[in-house]
């Protein structure tokens, strides 16, 4: 089964005094890169836009795609977190090509 890489990338949309202060007690935790199988959130102190990078394996690009966005979504909902504007992108890494030198 073909792996992917999936960036999810959304905004926060307006959150309240107690959300933002939340978001902000909460930034050093998101603000590890790379991807991982259960998926890694990072934001910056300003609170505007927000990034998801997950591994996923499967058959179909476009599933691969709505899993992503809907584990962002249930993330950002137990956590009580307004957003809008979600939007992923996939790479298969089985089709990469690495260039040897």
């Known amino acids: 089964m073909p792996t992917y890489r999936v960036l999810v990338n959304g905004k926060f949309d307006h959150p309240d ?3 933002r202060a939340r978001l902000l007690a909460e930034l050093n935790d998101h603000q590890a890169i790379g991807f991982t ?3 890694l959130l990072t934001y910056s102190a300003h609170l505007g ?4 990078r997950i591994t996923l394996q499967g058959e ?3 599933d691969v ?3 992503a966005e809907l584990k962002v ?5 137990a956590k009580g977190y307004p ?4 939007a992923g992108k996939a790479t298969c890494m089985d089709d ?3 260039r040897r030198r």
């Open 37 to 39: 199988e259960d998926g």
């Open 49 to 52: 836009a927000f990034t998801f």
């Open 83 to 86: 957003y809008r504007d979600v």
């Open 73 to 77: 979504m249930e993330l950002l909902d």
């Open 65 to 67: 795609l709505d899993e």
């Open 17 to 19: 005094a107690d959300t």
């Open 60 to 62: 179909e690009e476009r």
């Open 96 to 98: 990469i090509k690495i």
